[in-house]
């Protein structure tokens, strides 16, 4: 069987509501997911224009072995 396929914004919210439970992870951050390839990938950024990569990465990642990105 086959991945499930989401759209950018509902991998989006799923990503953001995982990662606020993160206490290392700054309050009012964004995600954004791109496609990459094949697959797609997450970028975040905070308020204070910092990219805390490993807040969104370990999401992203478990997030990438149930879902593809909708075209």
């Keep these: 069987m086959g991945k499930a396929t989401k759209t950018a914004t509902k991998l989006e919210a799923l990503i953001l509501s995982k ?25 975040m950024m905070s308020p204070n224009n910092i990219a805390y990569e490993h807040c969104v990465a370990r999401y992203a990642a478990v997030l990438r072995t149930e879902y593809t990105l909708a075209e």
């Design 19 to 43: 990662m606020q439970t993160l206490s290392e992870c700054p309050p009012g951050t964004t995600v954004t997911v791109k496609r990459h390839g094949e697959t797609w990938e997450a970028l």
